[in-house]
Each structure stands twice: as C-alpha cells, then as structure tokens.
C-alpha cells in the first residue's frame, strides 16, 4: 500500500535553515508528482510547493519563492524540502503527498502523517 | 490566482443531509476535489473530479459541481463525520495550480 512518511521537521530560531525529507513506498515513485502541503496551527491548507514526475516542472507559492526547494530523488523514492531563512510564519505542520492528474485537473490521493516545523526564538 | 470560498461552519443534526459549498468563479468549468480531515490526522481524499468516491468512502457521501458553486453533500449525517472539509481545484493560469480553500468545519449536532 502507498505509504509516505516525512522527517526532518524540528523546533529552530528564525533565519536559520532545515531540510525535510519524505520516503515513499508502495507505488511507482517516479511515476508520480509530488507535493508539499503545511497546515499553520488551527488554519487551513496551503499548498507551497509541487514537482512534477522527473522534476521537470516545479511550481512554489509566493510566500515560500526563494527560500524553499522541492527537490525528489527518484533512486531512492524520496522527496525532499530545503527551507532556507525561516520566519515564525513558517510555522505548521508539513505535509508529503502524492498527486495523481487527469485531463487538466490534478489532487492529491496520498498523505504522509505530517512532520512539525516550529520556528521560535 | 483563482479563490475558492467555504463557509467557516456548518451544523446538522445526526441522521439529516449535511451540504458543503465551495464557491469560486465558474467553478462549474473546473474539476474540485474534496478532502475530509479529523482532528490530530492527515486529510483524506473524499471526493474527486466533482463527483467520485475513491474506493473506501461511503456512498452517503456524494459531490456536485454547477455555475459558481461546487457542493459536496452528506446524507445522514453520522457522529464520526464531524470534521473539517475542503475543496481544491487546479488552476493552470496560477504561478502555483493547487489551490484550496478555506475549509468548513462540520459539527454534529
């Protein structure tokens, strides 16, 4: 069965860095695009960051451009997340999670259990 | 970018139909999908593509999608519905496609 699990996440002080890492298993990986989700505490979902199957597109929201990146490596089914110049706003819960996309319209099908990110000084 | 809105809440007694609605503009041209998420856990797929079940979820729950208003609906609502619920479209014209919205929390009377 699909099965991502997300590590990484940790309590660190603002402008400094961390790198979240997701494993997959139970499907094709490379088959799959990939994407990251955060949920900041008693708010809803934000889509931050999406790449695509061979990591020829990658999408990122504003509020993350030029500090966060998607990366995959698809040898060892894995996703990874840098997150470079952390601000309290970065704060949340991040999500691994599969896409799956038909016609113009894709969605997510799989979620890993999520991993904590708090910044604080 | 495109905006979808949900209600923060709705309310429905145990055993009568529930209705979520997401609205954004000509939604109706666009597929939504809907998630389920309970307190402490991940979301879940419940709905995609306006209307299908992935294999698992009950048929109480159902979606439709028209004009400016996609809606998903839970018929007989159920004590262990009570979560929160969002749509997500895929807006190709955005920097970032995925969007989702507000969510709309379900409590059972």
């Known amino acids: 069965q699909v099965r991502l699990v997300e590590s990484g996440g940790g309590l660190v002080k603002p402008g400094m860095s961390l790198r979240l890492s997701c494993a997959a298993s139970?499907?094709?990986?490379?088959?799959?695009?990939m994407t990251w989700i955060r949920q900041a505490p008693g708010e809803g979902l934000d889509w931050i960051s999406y790449i695509s199957f061979s990591g020829v597109t990658i999408y990122y929201a504003d509020s993350v451009k030029g500090r966060f990146t998607i990366s995959r490596d698809d040898a060892t089914e894995s996703l990874y997340l840098q997150m470079n110049s952390l601000t309290v706003d970065d704060t949340a819960v991040y999500y691994c999670?599969?896409?799956?996309?038909?016609?113009?319209?894709?969605?997510?099908?799989?979620w890993g259990q999520g991993t904590q990110v708090t910044v604080s000084s | 970018s495109y905006v979808l809105t949900q209600p923060p809440s709705v309310s429905v007694a145990p055993g009568k139909a529930a209705t979520i609605p997401c609205g954004g503009i000509?939604?109706?041209?666009?597929?939504v999908h809907w998630y389920q998420q309970k307190p402490g856990q991940a979301p879940v797929l419940v709905i995609s593509?306006?209307?299908d079940r992935p294999s698992g979820i009950p048929e109480r729950i159902s979606g439709s999608n028209s004009g400016n208003t996609a809606t998903l609906t839970i018929s007989s609502v159920e004590a262990g519905d009570e979560a929160d619920y969002y749509c997500?479209?895929?807006?190709?014209?955005?920097?970032?496609?995925?969007?989702f919205g507000g969510g709309t929390k379900l409590t059972v009377l």
């Open positions: 997500q479209v895929w807006d190709s014209t955005s920097d970032l496609p995925g969007v």
């Open positions: 593509y306006d209307s």
């Open positions: 139970g499907f094709s990986f490379s088959d799959y695009y």
């Open positions: 000509n939604i109706g041209r666009k597929s």
């Open positions: 999670a599969r896409g799956d996309c038909r016609g113009d319209s894709c969605y997510v099908d799989h």
